[in-house]
């Protein structure tokens, strides 16, 4: 067991309790022990405690990203569990949930197991595995639903591509329903997205690349609103892109339909515009889109149509990646960037209040997921994220400890430096050059 | 012009740059109806030719650009299916840079490939068509050939026919005559245009018919139902009924029109075959400016110091060049 932990003078923020306050944070036992005056005088006197400094810094519940790609098994070359956890780790989150696109797939009990296993194993994020709504991630049969929940699936999904089949994304949402699990969709029409490699639009023409219409992702989640509405299940909408999605969902809820939706930063940051050139690390599906569509997110995080942000982390070979734009994979790497991003996108220029941003990043995915969790109560696993908000740092890929180095972010200058990151209690991330900051 | 080191399309280009083209055009036009058509301003400089895309016409008249300017050439040409798209561009790139290429001549199936061969060379590297991008020395001829034909760009009006959407042509037309001050509309199926068209500075019109009115030049766009546009419309034969180019079509441009393909055409689909061989056709004429546009380009980037620096641009003299008097025309290295 652990020596008990104090990080001391932070500015603790439990967005679920409503707290935001500088003052002493108290770890026992893997668990949260107290607040400042609130922790056990015992505690607090017990002279084998471990003081952290952490004045200045920000303490909150560990950064939770409900949508990852560790690509084990099958596509260890790209990213593995563990360096896929290094990353996580590295960028804050305490707890990833990794999509079940890998080769083979997650549609059956062991390959669920593994990837728990291995999770801990590793001893760093805490990696929740999600299941595949069909088998194979083929879109013809459905998985054995609860068994993979028991195996420790939070949630299922074919993400990678989307159920087409409406009367199996039916039966799935009402397989689910009472289990408490949302039913996470790929929102994209194959036949709308055809051989598309961006977003259809001016700079599509202009480049002469097949555009990807916003519809392609719209009309799916119009879909699965009204199917949503005659189960009762839940939809929960992977990285929304557009604003006519946003539309959507903002309707649906308002009519008491359970569907949640997810963004990803480069979502809020970037538009079709970065594609220019040809650049291969801003190629990402559902594509970049326009001006309007990145409004239109912003404005939905704000107030909430989209409950979560998550990094769509899609890590890539260089060699996948070195190439021309046709013949590229979609997808970048985004947990080592996406604390950044999210406070330049949201926080700095006042779309969102820090508490606000945490969030989103940290209660909001549990609930999603129908999970209890990204709190800092007493009680609660200690899953703590501190980090230096004002600390400016510059993108280098090749410091990455993903795998991937595919990222449209190299050479930014981003807010908000990762100083620790504790999962359960333990450091399983310290920051190097944080002695400075941390005494 | 000659500050660049590649040609990757004409929408990089000024109108400056695109009128200095033209005007060493039609200086290698000339060279062309000589008894022996050849100047010596590449010698010593290698060219290679990279198809990856099949491709007939474009391949041999940059060929015999190159010979014409008394190049050395290497053809390399693959199929892209039958090869890892991505690793070949790579590889090429460093085989090209180890073997001391001067200039490269790519045609890609991918838009952008010869953007990505650019950002690795220190060679020239001119696109010879990209997917569904440019086709910028297309362009170009297409340009002379009205400039030769009409006397002006400026002022005239172009009618761009059929499918723009999948048409690299259409789109390097696009931009270079709406900087010359052309007034181009363009004409096809709704399945065709592609999103926010206008943008080019150019106008939709609602049919073929509405296009062609008044126009002084036809430029008609090749149709590949048989691949891009599995889909996009019925049939070959509706599509001769609705969007081909007849000669009663015609009968509504100016009384002197010039027509317009780049080819390889589908004679009686998208141009009736009374209009392909009519008093109007200059396609034969656009296949022999596409050698002297192609010299044209090959020389001024071939001007590039190999510093970075770049000679003076200057329209080669006509004079020099049928004493093939070296200094005039041979590029400084």
Request: charged fraction near 35%; proline fraction near 0%.
């Given at each position: 067991m652990t020596n008990p932990l104090c990080l001391r003078g932070g500015r603790v923020l439990d967005p679920a309790r409503g707290i935001d306050r500088v003052q002493d944070l108290w770890i026992e036992g893997g668990k949260i022990?107290?607040?400042?005056?609130?922790?056990p005088s015992a505690l607090r006197s017990n002279p084998k405690a471990e003081i952290v400094d952490v004045r200045g810094a920000v303490v909150c519940p560990g950064l939770v990203d409900i949508h990852v790609h560790l690509r084990e098994p099958g596509q260890e070359d790209r990213e593995t569990i563990e360096t896929g956890a290094r990353a996580a780790v590295r960028g804050g989150f305490a707890t990833v949930a990794c999509m079940p696109n890998t080769d083979p797939p997650l549609d059956d009990r062991p390959r669920v197991e593994y990837v728990r296993r291995r999770g801990l194993e590793v001893g760093l994020a805490r990696v929740l595995p999600i299941a595949a709504v069909t088998k194979g991630q083929q879109g013809m049969e459905l998985t054995e639903i609860e068994d993979l929940v028991e195996a420790g699936a939070v949630a299922i999904s074919d993400d990678g591509k989307p159920v087409r089949n409406a009367e199996l994304m039916r039966r799935a949402l009402e397989l689910t329903r009472d289990l408490g699990i949302p039913v996470i969709q790929h929102a994209e029409d194959p036949d709308l997205k055809g051989v598309g490699v961006m977003h259809e639009g001016w700079v599509s023409t202009r480049m002469g690349l097949k555009g990807i219409p916003d519809i392609a992702e719209s009309v799916i989640v119009a879909r699965d609103v009204l199917l949503a509405e005659l189960t009762g299940g839940h939809v929960h909408v992977a990285h929304v892109s557009a604003a006519k999605t946003v539309d959507l969902i903002r309707q649906a809820r308002a009519r008491g339909i359970r569907i949640t939706g997810e963004t990803a930063p480069h979502y809020l940051v970037l538009t079709d515009e970065a594609v220019e050139g040809y650049d291969t690390s801003a190629k990402m599906n559902p594509p970049l889109r326009s001006e309007r569509d990145r409004d239109a997110l912003i404005e939905a995080v704000q107030d909430g149509t989209l409950d979560c942000l998550a990094t769509d982390h899609a890590p890539h070979t260089d060699i996948d990646k070195d190439g021309d734009f046709d013949s590229a994979p979609f997808g970048i790497v985004g947990l080592e960037t996406a604390l950044g991003v999210y406070l330049k996108a949201l926080v700095e220029p006042g779309h969102l209040t820090l508490p606000g941003l945490i969030a989103r990043m940290t209660v909001e995915p549990y609930r999603v997921l129908g999970r209890r969790g990204g709190t800092l109560e007493p009680g609660a696993e200690a899953d703590v994220t501190v980090f230096d908000p004002s600390h400016r740092w510059t993108v280098r890929a090749s410091e990455f400890a993903s795998k991937g180095r595919n990222t449209p972010f190299e050479g930014w200058e981003l807010p908000g430096r990762v100083l620790l990151t504790l999962v359960g209690g333990r450091t399983v991330f310290r920051a190097e050059t944080s002695e400075a900051t941390l005494r | 012009m000659t500050a660049r080191k590649d040609l990757l399309g004409l929408e990089d280009l000024s109108a400056d740059e695109i009128v200095t083209i033209l005007d060493n055009a039609r200086t290698f036009r000339e060279v062309l109806d000589r008894p022996i058509p050849k100047v010596p301003s590449l010698r010593g400089m290698t060219a290679a030719n990279l198809f990856f895309e099949p491709s007939t016409r474009t391949r041999l008249s940059f060929e015999l650009a190159e010979k014409r300017l008394s190049a050395d050439t290497v053809n390399f040409q693959t199929s892209g299916s039958s090869v890892s798209k991505g690793e070949t561009l790579r590889d090429t790139a460093r085989n090209i840079e180890a073997m001391g290429i001067h200039l490269v001549v790519i045609r890609h199936q991918a838009s952008g490939a010869p953007h990505y061969l650019a950002r690795h060379l220190e060679a020239g590297v001119i696109n010879a068509g990209d997917g569904t991008h440019e086709h910028p020395t297309q362009g170009l001829l297409d340009i002379y050939t009205m400039r030769e034909q009409r006397g002006r760009i400026a002022g005239l009006r172009v009618a761009i026919v059929g499918d723009v959407m999948h048409s690299r042509v259409a789109r390097s037309n696009m931009w270079g005559l709406v900087k010359l001050g052309a007034e181009v509309v363009i004409a096809g199926p709704p399945t065709m245009m592609p999103a926010e068209?206008?943008?080019?500075g150019v106008s939709v019109a609602r049919s073929v018919d509405e296009a062609i009115e008044g126009a002084d030049v036809v430029n008609i766009l090749r149709i590949q139902l048989e691949r891009q546009c599995a889909g996009l419309y019925p049939s070959l034969r509706e599509y001769a009924r609705v969007y081909g180019v007849t000669a009663e079509r015609i009968r509504r441009a100016k009384p002197d029109v010039t027509v317009m393909h780049p080819g390889p055409m589908n004679r009686g689909v998208e141009i009736a075959q009374d209009v392909a061989d009519g008093e109007h056709s200059v396609i034969l004429q656009q296949v022999t400016n596409g050698v002297a546009v192609r010299m044209a380009v090959l020389y001024l980037l071939s001007r590039r110091e190999p510093s970075g620096d770049v000679a003076e641009s200057e329209t080669p003299s006509v004079e020099a060049t049928k004493n093939h008097d070296e200094p005039t025309l041979s590029p400084r290295r």
């Open positions: 022990a107290g607040w400042g005056e609130d922790a | 068209v206008e943008r080019f």
